[in-house]
């Protein structure tokens, strides 16, 4: 059974850093491209940022770009999410998904597998 699990999600202020993690069983991560993706109320689930190749080149969204970074972990199942610079804006649940045959890599269609999200909200 596959499972991917969120954590690190909480309150931050503007300006501040959160790390999400994304930890998997039933998988190996190494094998999938992984993406992550937000949900704020009312509005459509985006991509955050996201890694489709072997070379683990990332993309990230405008929104996002120079703030946030993704990267797999060294030897664990894991994948993480390093967020600077946080904006009210961000506020949103946070999801992390894997999925195989992904081409373009920030379309929530294009991926199998998710998580059950995180919570991140950005407030003074």
């Known amino acids: 059974q596959v499972q991917l699990v969120e954590s690190g999600g909480g309150l931050v202020q503007p300006g501040g850093s959160l790390r999400l993690s994304c930890t998997a069983s039933?998988?190996?991560?190494?094998?999938?491209?992984i993406g992550w993706f937000r949900q704020a109320p009312g509005k459509e689930r985006e991509g955050v940022s996201c890694?489709?190749?072997?070379?683990?080149?990332?993309t990230d969204s405008n929104s996002v770009q120079g703030r946030f970074t993704m990267f797999r972990g060294n030897g664990e199942n894991t994948m993480y999410l390093q967020m600077n610079s946080l904006k009210p804006e961000d506020t949103a649940v946070y999801y992390c998904?894997?999925?195989?045959?992904?081409?373009?890599?920030?379309?929530?269609?294009?991926?199998?597998?998710w998580g059950q999200g995180t919570q991140v909200t950005v407030s003074s």
């Open positions: 890694i489709i190749s072997s070379d683990n080149t990332t």
């Open positions: 998904a894997a999925g195989l045959g992904v081409s373009v890599g920030l379309l929530p269609y294009e991926y199998d597998y």
């Open positions: 039933g998988l190996t991560l190494d094998y999938y491209a």
